[in-house]
Structure formats: structure tokens, C-alpha cells
């Protein structure tokens, strides 16, 4: 079983709305918690990154949330751009080996 | 800094062929990593590197695949021979001390899309 689980696999939203993108994960104990952001065709990009101890990020009109006791994350999305169209990727580092639990991405859509 | 360079961005070749993908990280970063992504299984850690050296292969599919980095500022991932299921996207990323509470960010380069027929 995947140690990191997103939901919704992907979704379509409308220019202007907002979305919020789900992580489930199993990784315990961990360091921190990323949510990147890959276009079509290009490498991941970092968005955010909160330890353990942090429950709240924001990066512009991204913001990521995270409870360690459910060992839950999402990601919020506000007011949505068509340049927002991209897979949205989980990512737990493991506390000790800083091994990285990659989740398998939100992709989301945004249509004018 | 360009970033991460990868090369080439597009690789088509036949069954059998050996295939060499590029990776040129962030001048000063001190970690290199090799991963393969697919629709299927997200991305999957195949190797990496710490100052040149290959600290962690547990990913590399099997002895097909092989990886070097003869300095600082070039690493090599190699398939010999390839097959169909090698076919997918192979990313490079470098980063300045390894993903910890310190929060060291990965870049990743933009991958070459390895298509093996």
C-alpha cells in the first residue's frame, strides 16, 4: 500500500473557483510535509513545506494545511487560474533516513 | 543558475539499445537524485548521489540500469539493454544537504521522456 495517498485523482474546476486537494499518509514519524507543483512536461516545483509541528502554509493563493494527528494534509487552492492546471504531488520526508514518500498527484484542470 | 539541465529532453529508441540520460545539477548542491516517474506508480526514487558518491541504489529496477557521476557537475543515468517497459519520464533533481526539518528543497530539471520501442 502507498504510503501516500491524494484524492481527488483529478478534477476539473471552473476559472475563478476555488479547490481544495487531499493527502493521506502512513509515514510516521516524518520531518516535513511538501506539496509541489508539476506543469505538463516539466520537473516539480516546490510549493510549500511544513514540519511536523507547523499545521498551516501559504504560498500566494496556494495554502496547505496539515494535521499530524489524523496524518492529513490538503492544499487549497483560491480563486483558480488557468496557469493552475497542473498535477499537484504530496510528498512526506521520513524522519531518520530522509528517505521521500511521494504521493501519485492531483491532477487538476482549470477551464476558462 | 539555469537550474537542473537535463539532456536530452526526448529520447526514442529501439528494444535492446543502450540509452544514456544527462544531468547537470545546481552548482553548489551537494545531493543528486535519479527518478523515474509513470502514470502507475508516481515517482519512484531510483538512486542518489552525495558529493559524487552513489549513497543509495535500493531503487535502480535492476543491473540494466546503471548511474555515475564523475564530478560535481555531471551525472549519467544508463539503460543497457532498454526494453518497452523502461518507457517513461526520468527526472535529475539536486539539492543542498538532504530533505530534513532544515526543509533543503529538491530542483528538479524538466526530465527526458524516455520512449522505448
Known amino acids: 500500500k502507498n504510503q501516500v495517498e491524494q484524492s481527488p485523482q483529478s478534477l476539473i474546476i471552473l476559472e475563478g473557483k476555488n479547490c481544495t486537494l487531499q493527502?493521506?499518509?502512513?509515514?510516521?514519524?516524518?520531518?516535513?510535509l511538501r506539496w509541489y507543483k508539476q506543469d505538463t512536461g516539466r520537473g516539480p516545483v516546490s510549493l510549500t513545506i511544513?514540519?511536523?509541528?507547523?499545521n498551516t502554509k501559504s504560498n500566494g493563493r496556494y495554502t496547505a494545511t496539515l494535521d499530524a494527528d489524523t496524518k492529513q494534509s490538503s492544499l487549497h487552492i483560491t480563486a483558480s487560474q488557468l496557469s493552475d492546471s497542473a498535477s499537484y504531488i504530496c510528498?512526506?520526508?521520513?524522519?531518520?533516513?530522509?528517505?521521500?514518500?511521494f504521493g501519485k498527484g492531483n491532477q487538476v484542470v482549470v477551464i476558462p | 543558475d539555469a537550474g537542473v539541465i537535463q539532456s536530452p529532453r526526448h529520447e526514442v529508441t529501439e528494444m535492446g539499445q543502450e540509452v544514456t540520460l544527462r544531468c547537470k545539477p545546481i552548482s553548489g548542491h551537494d545531493y543528486l537524485f535519479w527518478y523515474r516517474q509513470t502514470m502507475m506508480r508516481g515517482l519512484e526514487l531510483l538512486i542518489y548521489?552525495?558529493?559524487?558518491?552513489?549513497?543509495?541504489d535500493s531503487g535502480m529496477p535492476e543491473d540494466r540500469f546503471s548511474a555515475k557521476m564523475p564530478n560535481a557537475s555531471f551525472s549519467t543515468l544508463k539503460i543497457q539493454p532498454s526494453e518497452p517497459r523502461d518507457s517513461a519520464v526520468y527526472f535529475c533533481?539536486?539539492?543542498?544537504?538532504?530533505?530534513?526539518?532544515?526543509?533543503?528543497?529538491?530542483?528538479f530539471g524538466s526530465g527526458t521522456r524516455l520512449t522505448v520501442v
Open positions: 493527502c493521506n499518509y502512513t509515514v510516521s514519524p516524518f520531518s516535513n
Open positions: 511544513m514540519t511536523f509541528s507547523e
Open positions: 510528498v512526506v520526508t521520513l524522519y531518520g533516513n530522509n528517505r521521500l514518500a
Open positions: 533533481a539536486s539539492s543542498l544537504g538532504l530533505g530534513g526539518a532544515q526543509g533543503y528543497g529538491y530542483t
Open positions: 548521489f552525495n558529493n559524487n558518491v552513489p549513497i543509495d
